[in-house]
């Protein structure tokens, strides 16, 4: 059975992650109270984070191999 492991926050599931992705994409379409161009900006950084791991925080992506390493 797959455990969720989590590193300073972070989701190391992958499907989960993805998951949690779709979730703040319909939650930004959804909340009208955000200033429009934030909105717009965030839902762009989510869809890049999202479609490409490696525009991640390189040192998030380190800790997150390092914990799926370790659970090997």
Do not use: C, F, W
């Amino acid at each position: 059975q797959a455990s969720k492991a989590h590193v300073s926050g972070s989701e190391v599931n992958q499907p989960s992650r993805l998951a949690t992705y779709s979730q703040l994409k319909l939650l930004l379409s959804l909340n009208q109270s955000l200033d429009p161009e934030l909105r717009e900006e965030i839902g762009s950084r989510l869809e890049k984070v999202s479609l490409n791991p490696m525009e991640n925080d390189l040192q998030a992506e380190a800790r997150l191999a390092t914990v799926q390493y370790e659970a090997l």
